[in-house]
Each structure stands twice: as C-alpha cells, then as structure tokens.
T-cell receptor, first 112, second 113 residues
Framework: GENVEQHPSTLSVQEGDSAVIKCTYS??????FPWYKQELGKRPQLIID?????GEKKDQRIAVTLNKTAKHFSLHITETQPEDSAVYFC???????????FGPGTRLSVLP | DAGITQSPRHKVTETGTPVTLRCHQT?????MYWYRQDPGHGLRLIHY???????DKGEVSDGYSVSRSKTEDFLLTLESATSSQTSVYFC????????????FGPGTRLTVL
C-alpha cells in the first residue's frame, strides 16, 4: 500500500519558538494533504489542509507548504503556546476521500 | 464538532465473541469511514462507505465487516474478536463535494481479553 513517513516522531520546543513537522509520501496521484491535531484522549481534528494546486497555505500561526516534485509537505507552527501540545498527524489522499493514508504522528510538547 | 456519535464508547469483550460498533451521523454526509488507532501506527483505514450499501475495503480490513443500510448509520462488525483487535476505533464522515475533509467521531475503546 501507499506509505506516508512523518518526522520527527517527538518534538519539544520552548514556548514562543517555532515547530516544523515534515511528511513525505509516495503516491504521485495524491492531491489532498491535511493535518490533524489530536489532544490526549480526544478525537483528531482538522487544523489545516492544502491541495496540490497550491504551494503554501497559512492560517494565523499555522502554515503548510507542499512540494509535489519532491513529494513532501510540512506543517509550520509559529509562536508556539502550551495549548499547541498534542499529537499531529499528516495524511495524503485524493479529492474523493479514497486511498486516504495517515502518517504515524508527531508528539509535540511546548515547554513553558 | 460535527454531528457524529459512536456507540458504545468503551467495551471489554472476550476472544471469539462478535462485536458491533455503531457510528451515527446527523450531517447527511455521503462518505463514512472506520479507522483504528494504535500506538506508532497513526490511523489506519479499515473500511469506508461512499453511499448506502456501497462500501469498500481499506488498508486493514481482515477480520472486519461493515454495513450501511441508511445514510446516517455505519456499522463495524468483528465477527470473532481477537486480542490483536484491541484498539481505539474512530468513525469519520465527509461530504461528497470535498470528500477529503474528514470529521471524526469521539472514538470507541475496545479491549479484547
């Protein structure tokens, strides 16, 4: 099956610093790349996504960049806050909701 | 949160017994999904549905079956539960027009002894 790699698996940053999580994928047909945040004991929640016709998308302190040639996309969180502490999952798929594959997750800890 | 509920929220059962998990939505979304979540594996797709009575297998479908007899309900059945099926199960839904944007239910924690 298709594979999504995600790095790092754990990440600790000081409050106010930036955090970057990177994912690589193998399916060249993929055109939809979402990021989910999951707090402890909660459900995953969509925080930002990008489609293949765009190279970058920003929403306040969160941004996602996509490099289709290299088959990788990254999540950038600026000015991190303690409430950003969670597990973050990337995923790749198509516009039809099929062939959806998640990365293994990154545990982000923001230290006060 | 989107109108998605899962039942039961917690279940403990014994090896070899049948188990059915229910996902119910009030959003009238076309697509529904079942995932399992295990440490180190992220979320893995078990089965999904793209309409009433229309289902297909995902990455880890062995040992699971699904049914969707009406838009709002998607059932996941473990015909004979095994300890390797101990996991947290999440249901998700999405609209047909933007099927990639999935919204998750609260999850069901299943323990098979």
């Amino acid at each position: 099956g298709e594979n999504v790699e995600q790095h790092p698996s754990t990440l600790s940053v000081q409050e106010g610093d930036s955090a970057v999580i990177k994912c690589t994928y193998s399916d060249s047909a993929s055109n939809y790349f979402p990021w989910y945040k999951q707090e402890l004991g909660k459900r995953p929640q969509l925080i930002i996504d990008i489609r293949s016709n765009v190279g970058e998308k920003k929403d306040q302190r969160i941004a996602v960049t996509l490099n289709k040639t290299a088959k990788h996309f990254s999540l950038h969180i600026t000015e991190t806050q303690p409430e950003d502490s969670a597990v973050y999952f990337c995923a790749e798929g198509d516009n039809y909701g099929q062939n959806f594959v998640f990365g293994p997750g990154t545990r982000l800890s923001v230290l006060p | 949160d989107a109108g998605i509920t899962q039942s039961p929220r917690h279940k403990v059962t014994e090896t070899g017994t049948p188990v059915t998990l229910r996902c119910h939505q009030t959003e009238n979304h076309r697509y529904m999904y079942w995932y399992r979540q295990d440490p180190g594996h992220g979320l893995r797709l078990i089965h999904y549905s793209y309409g009433v009575k229309d289902t297909d297998k995902g990455e880890v479908s062995d040992g699971y079956s699904v049914s969707r007899s009406k838009t709002e309900d998607f059932l996941l059945t473990l015909e004979s539960a095994t300890s390797s099926q101990t996991s947290v199960y999440f249901c998700a839904i999405s609209e047909a027009e933007r099927a990639g944007e999935q919204f998750f239910g609260p999850g069901t924690r299943l323990t098979v002894l």
